[in-house]
């Protein structure tokens, strides 16, 4: 089932990569793709989000499911494709970096989503979401 699942990944990264090949690529849609991907993280991780002053999520803990797991890290595996796969010719030198830094935000994302999978080696990151979701509703402006 492992194995089954990596596959499909790289089918997805790599059918992902090909149809950026296909789009022009330009700096907005860098953008673009980082607008949405830190609203998505925002929504997806909303104690770290409320730990950064933005209370929208405050009523929710993240969703450690297997299910919400595996398309979190689904999520960034195509989104990484699509970035590594945008060709950066003729960008200013600052958007050339912003593609770089956002890509390297992704990969490592992905690394340590694959290699450390904290969700099942360390308990304390369960201990750690409630006392830090406790401890920013109590440190909130209202």
Not at 24 to 35: I, N, Y
Not at 90 to 100: F, K, M, N, T, V
């Amino acid at each position: 089932m492992g194995t089954t699942r990596r596959i499909a990944r790289f089918l997805v990264a790599g059918l992902a990569a090909l149809w950026s090949l296909s789009a022009v690529a330009d700096p907005a849609e860098l953008r673009k793709l980082a607008h949405d991907f830190y609203q998505w993280r925002d929504a997806e991780l909303p104690v770290q989000t409320s730990g950064q002053g933005g209370h929208r999520y405050d009523d929710r803990l993240t969703d450690d499911s297997a299910q919400a797991i595996t398309a979190g890290r689904d999520h960034i595996v195509e989104l990484l494709a699509k970035v590594k796969a945008m060709p950066t010719d003729g960008w200013s030198r600052d958007d050339r970096g912003d593609a770089i830094l956002f890509q390297a935000q992704l990969e490592g994302l992905d690394f340590f989503g694959r290699t450390l999978d904290q969700t099942s080696t360390d308990p304390q990151l369960y201990v750690s979401e409630c006392s830090t979701a406790i401890f920013t509703l109590l440190q909130k402006d209202y």
